[in-house]
């Protein structure tokens, strides 16, 4: 496979000539050939997209034909299911199913958007003078997105569709190291006769094409996934014209359970929360709160099961969790589960590189997990992206709530508690943007998706996700058109 750019409606190699091998991480084996782009294929890129705004070949269309177009990639999305899955376990790892439900979501994500850009989105105004004030939402011109390699597709889908409903024009950057499924979104975006210019594919690293993404001024609005170290980046980067900017970053989300919890829905949850994708999720629920009191019974129940999970090849259809993302990511998660040793947490399950026969090649990781933590360890603090949950234990509410807040991200929390008050009161004290009540992960195209602190700005998803690539203009009209009189002569 050779994965090239799409920029101005055409496939092109990058500038350079340059190329990076693409890697099944379930095997070490190269899958794909992609081009490596650079700042000037970005400029290219950035170029186009400029061109076809500034046209209104897209942004002039009333909404119903932009959302026609829409609904076609949505439904050639779910054609393709059988070959896109494929695609993306063996670019990413991740089980058949994962993949398969992934795609599903971003087909279903085309189709929300094409539903909403018709509706009514504005608001009208009482105002005195006689006039009557209005508002519209207007796209914000050339939007940037750029995405990390946990969903490759999906999280490209979750900005490619509001930007483009909303009469953008974008250019879209995936991850470099998992951009094979962006390359076919982009083959439907060519089949479904989208205009030239309007959507543009960059693939490349972010130090190159992704700052210059960020950089440009010719760019309106940055959409960014990713690590909180480069989303700080892309801040400064933006900060030259003013960029619109949406950051969804990093976590570190409590899972609480109370006492009065069923306890195998919570142990189950639990295992969801962290071992689902192998750990790499923005929200996974790493830290693990457990009340006192069923502590030990409940970590004994949790490492029974959690030694059953079936690791394995994505494409395996008994594999419950695949591998890491790449040789370099496996050895940063590997490389917290030393940390946690050395700190003095207590590894009551897993911790180690599998090697089985089968296995060898490629970057898994046992599920793991660590009890008898404090509240100020790294491996309580940090990101790890990986199969590692660290479990933190508290005496009542207001301990729960303190420790649940003591980290600087906000992203996701989950609470398991049978007393329903409880549960609100205490997930209303949590400083997180995406909560769950005795549930841990689902996600709907329908409801906003974004962090407190440092877990981001700005949401996706929902209406919310619409606004963010949204100007909101208002407009105001004289109904008594007459001299204003303010001078006297
Ligand atoms: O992500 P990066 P990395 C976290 C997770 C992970 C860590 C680092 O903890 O271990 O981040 O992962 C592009 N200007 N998350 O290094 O760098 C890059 O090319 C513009 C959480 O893989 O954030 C890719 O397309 N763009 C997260 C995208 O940013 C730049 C998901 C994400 O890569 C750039 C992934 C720059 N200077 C990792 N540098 C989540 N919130 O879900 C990089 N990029």
């Not at 457990?290 to 690791?311: C, G, K, N, P, T």
Request: aromatic fraction near 8%.
């Amino acid at each position: 496979m050779n994965l090239k750019n799409f920029i101005n409606g055409k496939w092109v190699e990058a500038e350079s000539g340059l190329t990076r091998e693409i890697i099944n991480p379930a095997n070490g084996e190269v899958i794909a050939i992609a081009c490596e782009s650079d700042a000037s294929d970005a400029c290219l890129a950035i170029k186009a997209a400029r061109e076809a705004f500034d046209s209104g070949v897209w942004s002039n269309l009333p909404a119903i034909e932009r959302a026609a177009f829409l609904f076609k990639i949505a439904d050639k999305l779910e054609e393709r299911m059988d070959e896109l899955k494929v695609l993306e376990t063996l670019d990413n790892g991740k089980p058949h199913r994962e993949a398969e439900f992934d795609i599903g979501d971003a087909a279903n994500c085309f189709r929300y958007y094409a539903g909403l850009v018709s509706k009514p989105h504005g608001y009208t105004y009482d105002v005195p003078d006689g006039a009557q004030a209005m508002t519209v939402r207007e796209p914000i011109g050339v939007c940037g997105l750029i995405t990390p390699w946990n969903y490759p597709l999906l999280m490209g889908v979750w900005k490619i569709a509001p930007a483009l409903a909303a009469g953008n024009t974008i250019v879209y950057k995936p991850s470099e190291i998992t951009p094979v499924t962006s390359v076919k979104l982009f083959e439907i975006i060519e089949e479904v006769g989208i205009p030239k210019g309007v959507a543009n594919l960059v693939l490349g690293p972010g130090n190159t094409a992704g700052q210059e993404i960020a950089e440009s001024h010719d760019v309106d609005k940055v959409s960014f996934t990713g690590g909180t170290v480069t989303g700080r980046k892309i801040m400064q980067a933006a900060a030259g014209n003013i960029k619109k900017i949406s950051l969804e970053l990093g976590g570190k989300s409590p899972n609480i359970v109370f006492a009065d919890a069923d306890l195998e829905t919570a142990v189950d949850y639990a295992l969801f929360g962290i071992f689902a994708n192998s750990g790499q999720v923005c929200t996974a629920g790493s830290r693990l709160l457990l009340e006192e009191s069923i502590h030990d019974h409940f970590i004994e129940r949790l490492v029974e099961r959690a030694r059953m999970i079936r690791v394995g090849a994505g494409d395996n259809p008994a594999t419950e969790m695949g591998p890491l993302v790449s040789e370099a990511h496996m050895n940063k998660v590997l490389n917290y589960i030393e940390i946690g040793k050395q700190e003095g947490a207590t590894l009551v399950c897993g911790g180690k590189r599998i090697t089985e026969a089968g296995l060898e090649k490629g970057y898994f990781v046992e599920p793991t997990i660590f009890v008898d933590t404090t509240p100020n360890m790294r491996i309580v603090q940090e990101e790890i992206f990986g199969p590692v949950l660290v479990v933190q234990k508290f005496k009542d509410e207001q301990e729960a709530i303190k420790l649940a807040n003591n980290t600087v991200y906000g992203l996701g929390a989950g609470v398991f508690s049978n007393d329903g008050a409880k549960a609100l009161r205490v997930i209303k004290k949590i400083r997180a943007g995406i909560t769950w009540i005795n549930t841990y992960h689902p996600t709907y195209n329908e409801a906003p998706w974004g962090g407190y602190k440092q877990s981001g700005i700005g949401r996706g998803l929902g209406t919310y996700g619409f606004e963010e690539f949204t100007e909101v203009k208002q407009i105001n009209i004289n109904l008594q058109v007459e001299p204003v009189g303010w001078f006297e002569n």
